[in-house]
């Protein structure tokens, strides 16, 4: 079959062992039909292949972002995104001008408000936020989307000022006065609040419920949504990436991707999760989560897994700690919130994994984590062992006897690099006052559960950081030296490209079928700015992407 596209000219990265190294491939149709040296592709052209000379920079598998939340990822790319804002002044200077210029928008709703952006010590309150804008609802999502602090009107609009019941592990932060202070912690505690969002919260109900928006989203509301959906992808693939694992889903996505998808307009391959909450009864798994894996299954689209949350994160206090943490985060014993009894967790994990579903699971702190382990650990008892791969998403703090258990269990680690604190991307002291000395050794320990055995995986979490990979690459391959007994967790350019693209093919239990540059394989392809392997660490994001072809499609070229 003559080529509808050749790549030529370029240092390509196959990751099959055949050939780990080559100039150029072919692709007719959605596969790779050939690979090799220049002299042995560019013969196969014909009148119309389309002739991509990549100039001697790298080609390898399309990336492939194994954590994401693409629905609120594509609707933040037009909220105020508030990085690196620091100060009452500064807050100010941003968010009026926003307001002003949406005047239309029930709720001012900003993004990516660090923990700290107070510069004084305390997290926000809504008399801050008053100061700033005090006659319209205000509200600031936290990077890692597990705070919201809103300001008195929005608590009013929201129905929270005098607080309310929320989910276990959820909180309400409620003052002196008897109101809220403006805090509201994990989903259960704000999502009344994304319900004045522009689009109703129906971005975060994957995320926050699970369910399914009601009353039914309007064929407007649809349509607005869809096309929200098409620009994320569009920004998904400028990135490299061909393939992404929704970590948070609902009928309703599933419902809007295969429309896109009809449409032409499905730009990544999106596998989307059954949501488990845990307040959940297990019945409802049973009921449901077979069927919308059955009723969705194309060839870019799979509703493939049941994701869940056992804790919170580290900054708020709310991830599970084998003891309390240090300073006032641990006043009265806290060591953390348990999203799910660890019974019921346990009986969930059985039941998915009875059901055939891979699971994955937030776990961010060391008792998040050991629960995790011991409910997959009883899983694989109750069911007998099979290749599920489960993995644990995060694994911020993991206890030193655990990290052996992940590769014994065959658990999946599913790590974000640029969550780190070495990462370049947070405040690099921000995470490091909420830890015992001891449990030092176990944050963010990528290397070491590398060299202990487990398959590692990465991600972004998007829109928890941006998306972009190669930030998040350099990551990865030049961290930040904290000293202080942070030990070196440096990856390889390798290995942290296998991760991206070959290991998460893996991951998904597709390696025969995609994630290698190799013939018969999916020709999912990113073509890079420069050859990856020529540039420092340091200097890796002077790289982007170039092009980047899904399903034998042309998805993104720069420039274009």
Same mark, same amino acid.
């Not at 700033?132 to 890692?144: C, E």
């Not at 009601?214 to 920004?235: F, S």
């Not at 993995?391 to 065959?410: K, T």
């Not at 690099?428 to 487990?454: M, N, S």
């Given at each position: 079959?003559?080529?509808?596209?050749?790549?030529?000219? @370029?240092? *390509?990265?196959?990751?099959?062992?055949?050939?780990?190294?080559?100039?150029?491939?072919?692709?007719? $149709?959605?596969?790779?039909?050939?690979?090799?040296?220049?002299?042995?592709?560019?013969?196969?052209?014909?009148?119309?292949?389309?002739?991509?000379?990549?100039?001697?920079?790298?080609?390898?598998?399309?990336?492939?972002?194994?954590?994401?939340?693409?629905?609120?990822?594509?609707?933040?790319?037009?909220?105020?995104?508030?990085?690196?804002?620091? $100060?009452?002044?500064?807050?100010?200077?941003?968010?009026?001008?926003?307001?002003? =210029?949406?005047?239309?928008?029930?709720?001012?709703?900003?993004?990516?408000?660090?923990? $700290?952006?107070?510069?004084?010590?305390?997290?926000?309150?809504?008399?801050? *936020?008053?100061?700033?804008?005090?006659?319209?609802?205000?509200?600031?999502?936290?990077?890692?989307?597990?705070?919201?602090?809103?300001?008195?009107?929005?608590?009013?609009?929201?129905?929270?000022?005098?607080?309310?019941?929320?989910?276990?592990?959820?909180?309400?932060?409620?003052?002196?006065?008897?109101? =809220?202070?403006?805090?509201?912690?994990?989903?259960?505690?704000?999502?009344?609040?994304?319900?004045?969002? #522009?689009?109703?919260?129906?971005?975060?109900?994957?995320?926050?419920?699970?369910?399914?928006?009601?009353?039914?989203?309007?064929?407007?509301?649809?349509?607005?949504?869809?096309?929200?959906?098409?620009?994320?992808?569009?920004?998904?693939?400028?990135?490299?990436?061909?393939? *992404?694992?929704?970590?948070?889903?609902?009928?309703?996505?599933?419902?809007?991707?295969?429309?896109?998808?009809?449409?032409?307009?499905?730009?990544?391959?999106?596998?989307?999760?059954?949501?488990?909450?845990?307040?959940?009864?297990?019945?409802?798994?049973?009921?449901?989560?077979?069927?919308?894996?059955?009723?969705?299954?194309?060839?870019?689209?799979?509703?493939?897994?049941?994701?869940?949350?056992?804790?919170?994160?580290?900054?708020?206090?709310?991830?599970?700690?084998?003891?309390?943490?240090?300073?006032?985060?641990?006043?009265?014993?806290?060591?953390?919130?348990?999203?799910? !009894? /660890?019974?019921?967790?346990?009986?969930?994990?059985?039941?998915?994994?009875?059901?055939?579903? /891979?699971?994955?699971?937030?776990?961010? @702190?060391?008792? @998040?984590?050991?629960?995790?382990?011991?409910?997959?650990?009883?899983?694989?008892?109750?069911?007998?062992? #099979?290749?599920?791969?489960? #993995?644990?998403?995060?694994?911020?703090?993991?206890?030193?006897?655990?990290?052996?258990?992940?590769?014994?269990?065959?658990?999946?680690?599913?790590?974000?690099?640029?969550?780190?604190?070495?990462?370049?991307?947070?405040?690099?002291?921000?995470?490091?006052?909420?830890?015992?000395?001891?449990?030092?050794?176990?944050?963010?320990?990528? /290397?070491?559960?590398?060299? =202990?055995?487990?398959?590692?995986?990465?991600?972004?979490?998007?829109?928890?950081?941006?998306?972009?990979?190669?930030?998040?690459?350099?990551?990865?391959?030049?961290?930040?030296?904290?000293?202080?007994?942070?030990?070196?967790?440096?990856?390889?350019?390798?290995?942290? *490209?296998?991760?991206?693209?070959?290991?998460?093919?893996?991951?998904?239990?597709?390696?025969? #079928?995609?994630?290698?540059?190799?013939?018969?394989?999916?020709?999912?392809?990113?073509?890079?700015?420069?050859?990856?392997?020529?540039?420092?660490?340091?200097?890796? !994001?002077?790289?982007? =992407?170039? !092009?980047?072809?899904?399903?034998?499609?042309?998805?993104?070229?720069?420039?274009?």
């Amino acid at each position: 079959m003559t080529p509808s596209i050749i790549i030529h000219n @370029g240092a *390509l990265m196959t990751f099959d062992d055949g050939m780990p190294t080559a100039q150029a491939l072919a692709i007719a $149709g959605s596969r790779i039909t050939a690979i090799g040296a220049d002299a042995a592709i560019l013969p196969l052209a014909g009148p119309e292949t389309r002739m991509i000379d990549a100039g001697g920079a790298t080609v390898l598998p399309g990336f492939i972002d194994s954590h994401v939340h693409l629905f609120g990822g594509s609707v933040e790319l037009d909220c105020l995104n508030l990085y690196g804002v620091t $100060g009452l002044p500064a807050m100010r200077a941003g968010i009026r001008p926003y307001a002003q =210029a949406n005047p239309d928008d029930a709720l001012v709703f900003c993004v990516m408000a660090d923990y $700290g952006i107070l510069g004084t010590g305390k997290t926000p309150t809504r008399h801050d *936020l008053d100061r700033i804008l005090s006659d319209r609802p205000l509200a600031m999502f936290a990077p890692d989307h597990h705070t919201i602090w809103a300001n008195t009107a929005a608590l009013k609009a929201a129905g929270l000022l005098q607080g309310g019941p929320t989910d276990a592990g959820s909180e309400i932060v409620m003052g002196e006065d008897g109101l =809220a202070t403006g805090e509201l912690l994990e989903p259960g505690a704000y999502e009344p609040v994304l319900r004045l969002t #522009r689009h109703g919260g129906r971005d975060m109900l994957g995320l926050t419920t699970g369910k399914d928006p009601v009353p039914p989203a309007t064929a407007d509301q649809r349509r607005i949504d869809k096309d929200v959906l098409a620009k994320g992808l569009a920004h998904c693939a400028a990135q490299g990436i061909t393939g *992404l694992h929704l970590m948070d889903g609902n009928r309703y996505q599933l419902e809007l991707l295969s429309e896109l998808e009809a449409e032409g307009r499905l730009l990544c391959r999106c596998r989307v999760p059954f949501h488990m909450k845990g307040t959940d009864p297990l019945e409802r798994m049973t009921a449901e989560a077979p069927a919308m894996r059955d009723d969705f299954q194309s060839g870019k689209i799979a509703c493939s897994h049941v994701k869940m949350f056992i804790d919170g994160v580290v900054e708020s206090g709310t991830a599970l700690m084998l003891r309390p943490y240090p300073g006032e985060l641990g006043a009265n014993g806290n060591s953390g919130d348990e999203v799910f !009894t /660890q019974e019921h967790f346990v009986a969930c994990c059985a039941e998915a994994d009875r059901l055939g579903f /891979q699971i994955a699971v937030h776990a961010i @702190g060391d008792a @998040g984590v050991r629960r995790t382990i011991d409910a997959f650990e009883a899983a694989a008892k109750a069911n007998g062992t #099979r290749d599920s791969r489960h #993995r644990i998403e995060h694994i911020e703090v993991i206890h030193p006897d655990d990290i052996p258990r992940l590769a014994a269990l065959g658990i999946v680690a599913s790590l974000q690099p640029g969550h780190a604190p070495t990462g370049h991307i947070f405040p690099p002291g921000g995470v490091g006052p909420y830890l015992h000395p001891d449990q030092i050794a176990g944050a963010y320990a990528w /290397q070491t559960i590398r060299d =202990a055995g487990a398959r590692v995986i990465f991600s972004t979490d998007w829109p928890v950081i941006p998306v972009t990979v190669m930030a998040n690459v350099k990551a990865a391959i030049a961290p930040l030296d904290l000293g202080g007994g942070w030990a070196d967790q440096t990856q390889t350019l390798h290995d942290t *490209l296998a991760s991206y693209t070959c290991g998460n093919a893996w991951s998904e239990f597709n390696e025969d #079928r995609k994630g290698k540059l190799a013939a018969g394989m999916a020709a999912d392809v990113a073509i890079m700015s420069h050859d990856l392997t020529q540039l420092a660490p340091g200097n890796v !994001t002077a790289a982007r =992407a170039m !092009t980047t072809i899904c399903d034998g499609i042309v998805t993104y070229q720069h420039g274009f």
